[in-house]
């Protein structure tokens, strides 16, 4: 049996768990021969004329393990008690994604991207509408999610965190829940603790930390050490450190300081990379359960990227298209 058969085949034994900034994407699509003024103002209006939503950030993680066919996909994150809200977890049933672990707030906003598509093309043309959070999570829902934290990482085989928020505060992951995440993995060493943090990756411990070659810049920067990524792996002690340099792939930095080059899956005309690397990170972790190997999880997760970035918006894959993109590109 071929390394991605295997890995496809057993997707289906595992139960994954993602934790940590949870949204909502919408998708309105607007005409601008409707634009007419306002009457109370003169501004001219974006008129949208449809709408999708979809789950967003680590909401798009989960979506994505669904499309493999993980065999139990839930969320944990802290989400308002507002309209996205009830559209958020909406969605997130829609998807087969269990969101009764989430905790519901009326003291935030639900973390929402807003995506004006223009009607003609879909092409996305006009500022993104964001609705986010740029204070420190309130104490009551960080305790309530640190309360499901224990219960919810032991009923899962993989555990990915999404740290997406871009301001200095208002994430899910703060600094007690990071904390809490970095002593469950040093719990739990059998299970994958898989790390995307776009602005506090070296803060991490005891995880897969993935970053982007800019995340990890950045985080070497903040760090003042010159060692390069293998710096970055030894200060978070991460079992590996995979660091995706988008069309050119990942590269491996393993513990004993042993780099690997894994390519990317060639595609020729990507239509979208928005969401890339949660596409990678959803099939490179349950691959890694699976193999405990990381150039295999690199291989995959590369495999499953290759199919997403041919679709508008954040796509995901299937069995049946990671398969061919594999196929096609001659991977084991």
């Not at 699509?29 to 634009?35: G, H, S």
């Not at 991207?113 to 104490?139: G, M, W």
């Not at 340099?245 to 930095?253: A, C, K, M, T």
Request: net charge negative.
């Amino acid at each position: 049996m071929h390394q991605v058969d295997f890995i496809l085949a057993h997707i289906p034994r595992l139960n994954a768990l993602v934790i940590g900034d949870i949204c909502l994407d919408r998708w309105c699509t607007y005409d601008p021969a409707l634009a007419e003024p306002s009457r109370e103002t003169g501004i001219p209006r974006t008129a949208i004329v449809s709408g999708v939503n979809t789950p967003g950030a680590g909401g798009t993680v989960a979506n994505n393990l669904v499309s493999l066919g993980a065999g139990g996909v839930s969320v944990l994150g802290v989400i308002g008690d507002d309209g996205h809200g009830w559209e958020l977890r909406r969605a997130l049933t829609a998807g087969w994604i269990a969101s009764d672990r989430v905790v519901i707030s009326p003291r935030i906003q639900t973390f929402t991207y807003t995506k004006l598509l223009r009607a003609a093309d879909a092409e996305e043309d006009l500022p993104r509408i964001d609705f986010i959070n740029t204070r420190p999570l309130p104490e009551p829902d960080e305790q309530a999610l640190l309360a499901q934290l224990p219960d919810a990482v032991a009923a899962h085989d993989v555990i990915l965190v999404s740290d997406q928020a871009e301001t200095a505060a208002g994430g899910v992951v703060t600094s007690a829940v990071r904390e809490a995440l970095c002593q469950l993995a040093r719990h739990y060493p059998d299970k994958v603790f898989w790390v995307d943090s776009r602005r506090r990756p070296e803060l991490y411990r005891n995880c897969i930390v993935k970053p982007n070659e800019d995340e990890a810049h950045a985080a070497l920067a903040r760090l003042g050490r010159g060692d390069g990524y293998a710096g970055l792996r030894e200060v978070t002690a991460s079992p590996f450190l995979p660091v995706t340099h988008g069309s050119r792939g990942v590269l491996l930095i393993e513990a004993g300081g042993g780099e690997t080059w894994v390519p990317a899956v060639p595609v020729d005309h990507p239509v979208d990379i928005c969401g890339a690397g949660d596409s990678f990170s959803a099939g490179a972790a349950l691959a890694y359960c699976l193999t405990e190997d990381p150039v295999a999880a690199a291989r995959f997760g590369n495999a499953v990227a290759s199919v997403t970035i041919q679709q508008k918006g954040t796509g995901s894959a299937s069995p049946a298209q990671v398969r061919a993109a594999a196929a096609a590109a001659l991977l084991p």
